[in-house]
């Protein structure tokens, strides 16, 4: 379980590709001293296991379908990924809970810059924003973001500075792909409704205490 509130940025040493999945080696310069192997580290959102440490330099394996699923297989050498380590218990809760487990990607539609602020558009598909509230919190390759305007198939967000200068996001142009991790408040609510549309009725106020969401 992770928070999206991103740690560091790992340069790429490479991605070696085979049958079945690959194996991701990233840099981990400063931020690497008390890393164990078997721990989970959210790599752009995605959740890795560390397979090897070789002095600075860290492995993952990749299976196929997280190649295929996310961004993942795209990583090129120097380029950039996010990462975050497993809360603890007891850490505060910055962003919102993500698990790792990437819904699938979308790409940028668009990048308005003003002083403050930077807002970012994406096109990810009418199923994925059926799961979307507005002011409800979304995970854009592993950073919590806030959704401030909704329509079918997109959604925006307000980037402050820091989330700019902090995380790959600010190195982002429209038509780049990233990947996305919906609320997973959003999905639980989304299949009790289409269960109980497929048995002919609404959802009820005492199914939603059942599932703990009243």
Known sequence: MFTGIIE??????????KAGGGE???DFSD?????????SIAINGVCLTVKEIAGKIVSFDVSS??????????????????????LRVGDRIGGHFVTGHVDGTGFIKGKQQSADQCKMSFSVGKKFTDMMIEKGSVAIDGI???????????????L??????????????????????????G???????????????????????EQGFL
């Open 144 to 158: 919590s973001l806030t959704i401030f305007e909704l329509v079918d198939g997109a959604f925006s967000v307000a």
């Open 65 to 86: 379908e997280t190649l295929k699923r996310t961004t993942l297989a795209k990583l090129r050498h120097a380029e950039n990924a996010n990462i975050e380590r497993a």
């Open 160 to 185: 402050i500075p820091y989330t700019l200068v902090s995380t790959t996001l600010g190195c982002k142009k429209a038509g780049d792909l990233v990947n996305i991790e919906i609320d997973m408040m």
């Open 187 to 209: 999905k639980w609510v989304k299949k009790l409704l289409t269960h109980a549309q497929g048995e002919g009725g609404g959802i009820t106020q005492e199914q939603l205490m």
């Open 8 to 17: 560091h940025v790992a340069p790429v040493k490479n991605l070696s590709l």
């Open 31 to 39: 931020f690497y001293n008390d890393l164990i192997l078997g721990e």
């Open 24 to 26: 991701l080696f990233l």
